[in-house]
């Protein structure tokens, strides 16, 4: 059993970059928690969208120790943790697009909390 993320990544970035910023918070976000990471990170195909590179991230549902696979922690299953992991993502590609002196920036708020923040300030 494992959990698939996928994340989108800036096509503005080289490959290493990309697989920098990948690496560093897979590592971080669940690596360090006790989980066992699968990366793949793909470039876009031959048709369709030449931006879309993004990775997908297969992760083990069981912590791992020194003694190996221990019971299911689904304290990783908690919705604010998810909520926490893609505002952590944002902030690590908003981070990265700025060390490349990239303008553009994510926001890993859905579009309608983005269009009522929009809405309370105009």
Do not use: C
């Not at 003694?67 to 952590?88: C, T, Y």
């Amino acid at each position: 059993m494992a959990r698939e993320v996928q994340l989108a990544l800036p096509h503005e970035m080289d490959a290493a970059g990309r697989e920098e910023l990948v690496r560093g918070f897979v590592q971080v976000q669940f690596v360090d928690r006790g989980m066992v990471a699968d990366v793949a990170i793909h470039a876009p195909g031959v048709k369709g969208d030449t931006r879309n590179h993004h990775a997908h991230v297969l992760l083990t549902t069981r912590a791992v120790s020194p003694d190996g696979f221990e019971g299911k922690n689904r304290d990783w299953n908690a919705k604010d943790l998810l909520e926490s992991w893609r505002e952590e993502w944002a902030d690590e590609v908003n981070a990265a697009l700025e060390r490349y002196d990239i303008a553009d920036r994510v926001d890993h708020r859905s579009l309608e909390a983005q269009r009522a923040d929009h809405l309370e300030r105009s």
